[in-house]
């Protein structure tokens, strides 16, 4: 469930760089916040599926790995936005940013 959210949350962030009209814009905006929340790690879905999955010796552990996996991640993929928005135009790497993120949903969602 959660990989479906995640390829539908890439395949709006495409079209997010693609917009050209304000009304067009908002509706892409209000979806792509939904998406955002339901595949979020606040989530319930993930909540669950990291409570059954995690043993409850480690789980503060893991969670916390996870944690500051996703902020160095975070870092690292604000610094590279920033970067090559300067050089190529936020609207280009906004929709290579969705492109990636649907890509690896899919060969995460055919892997598994």
């Known amino acids: ?31 792509y916040v939904a998406f955002h929340d339901l595949g979020s790690r606040n989530s319930p879905a993930y909540q669950e599926i990291t409570s059954k999955a995690i043993p409850s010796k480690m789980r503060a552990s893991v969670l916390s790995i996870i944690g500051w996996s996703a902020a160095l991640g975070m870092i690292l993929a604000n610094l590279s936005f920033g970067f090559f928005s300067d050089i190529f135009g936020a ?14 949903g899919i060969l995460y969602f055919k892997l598994k």
């Open 1 to 31: 469930m959660l990989i479906t959210y995640g390829i539908l949350f890439g395949l709006t962030t495409i079209t997010l760089g693609l917009m050209k009209t304000m009304i067009f814009g908002l509706i892409v905006m209000i979806i």
């Open 91 to 104: 609207n280009y790497i906004v929709i290579v940013g969705g492109i990636i993120l649907t890509i690896s």
